[in-house]
């Protein structure tokens, strides 16, 4: 078992902090359906933390309560230290959280430009009247921001596309445009629902590479579920494994593999 | 040749994020204010004026504010010859209650006023969409019209029901009444309009801009990556009601001087301004003018030509004029669904390459 308290350092070196989150013992129902069963859970600063399981097991829902869009009827979400009290998602995402879709939710009318943008929402403060004269506080504004986002377009390879309208790109590329919009928001925590599915293996390479740098160049901590298994054990430090709502498995890629109940969740036992 | 950005190199992100990037573009844009400015008082008469000038400078300042809220938030409104009424009749107790203070500083309070009551009926919005929320600011246009029509207080208890423009001076000179010279009321006009297109534009290429496209695109996605719904569609609704506003106190002070509110401010009227920014296209503030030119002018185009020149009778171009615009609405929104502003963005594009294509 991991210290609970103290950070530690990868076998490649790098620094993980304390806990950033944390979820203690959350229960969400849909009607009768349990979509997650008394889940406990940590994500570390610095860490790439993976959320593995069949098709059906709640992945999804985790994630969505961890942004606030689904609000758990037990248990509690602690965030830096503090018990996070129930919240829309805007606020949750003003608090540091950014994520990324499964099915892309990208804002198809605006150029790639606009929607990196839009990610720095947290960042630009100038009220309505400001803007609507635009000479002084907004146009400065809008000039700092866009420095930084034309640091992550340079960084995940999109400058070419800047000024098209989303809506035209192909479904690699808006893959990458959205995590360009997610880490635009310089994120605590980035949350990554199934980055490569539906990608090729040139593309998942590409994807990879983009989220092990992230982590590096910025130190983001980044949730990440993906089914893809060679993906998620090279990439991750540690692994939820989740089946039925419930958690079966959770600590290094290593410790996951040889855990008798996600090789029996992956590969089928019979539940009696 | 003369229209492509070779040779204009953004060096700042300033530059990057100007109206009109392109050298040509801003030249000409500024030739157009001169001209509007300083010449086309000098050589305009009445008929120009009420028939051509003003009603586009006001339409204008309708279709932006309505292109803010349908074509930049997505929020689909037919309230809109209600919410030009408030404006209009919050000019009118404006200038009638307190005649000292400037017109100019009462229109733009009938703007204010228009922009609360814009919000009020703008706050289905938050749990309605699409047809359900047309439906909704459907009745708003009914409740106002019955509410200026049935109120006297709003009237000031007048025998005919109609409210009429004071005279009222700017810098000495009469803008509203029957005294208004043709340049004047064109002058006061164009000051708003101008002003109002400009600030329309920052808005909608800075963050709040964004925010309501985001909105309109997905409102979902939109919410989880830290927009506000609430506060981007009730600001949305907010600055769509004060330019609305804006334009109906202008509408009925400078343009007509005279209201009936059933007859001036019917449903007619929304779906009207509605058609100009279908048609000039949704999401443009370029569209705007250009779809409340070209309703402006047909009309006036089809009489001149149809009536004038070739003598058919008028209520057969009157109906020509109907089946016309019926058939645009339905082409555009089949085939070129962002209107005339998304034409003259291809155009530009072909231009830039004319006169050699490949």
Redesign the interface.
Known sequence: MLDTTEGYTTEDGRKIGGVVMEMKNITLRFGGVVAIKDISFDIREGEIRAIIGPNGAGKSSMLNVI?G?YHPQEGEVWYKGEKRPVM???QV??QGI??T?QNI??????TVL?NV??????Q?K?G?FA????KGK??Q???EN??FV?KIIDFLEIQHIRKTPVGRLPYGLKKRVELA??LA?EPSILLLDEPMAGMNVEEKEDMSRFVLDVNDEFGTTTVLIEHDMGVVMDLSDRVVVMDYGQKIGDGTPDEVRNNQAVIDAYLGVSHD | MIYRESGDFST???Q??QTFPIRFDRYRYYVVLVIAFAIVPFVINDYWVNAVFLPFLIYSIAAIGLNILVGYCGQVSLGTGGFMAVGAYACYKLMTGFPDINIFFHIIISGGITAAVCVLFGLPSLRIKGFYLAVATLAAQFFLVWLFNRVGWFYNYSASGQINAPERLVFGVPVTGAETAPWAAYLFCLVFTVVCAL??R??T????G??W??I???D??????????LKAKL?AFA?SGFFVGLSGALFFAVYLGAVEVGEVFGINKSFLVLFMVIIGGL?SIFGSFAGAAFLVLLPVFLKNVLVGGMGWPTDLVEHLQFMIVGAMIIVFLILEPHGLAQLWRVAKEKLRLWPFPH
């Open positions: 942004s869009f829309k998602p805007y995402a003003r950014a994520r879709f939710a990208l804002f198809e009318g605006m606009d943008m839009t990610g720095r929402i947290r630009m100038a309505l803007q609507s004269i635009w907004a146009e504004e809008e000039t866009r420095e034309e919009r997610a928001a | 700042t992100y300033q990057d994020s600030a329309a920052n808005m290429r800075g963050m709040q964004r925010q496209m985001a309109r695109d997905m979902i996605a939109a919410e989880i990556i830290g927009v506000n719904p600001s600055v999401g």
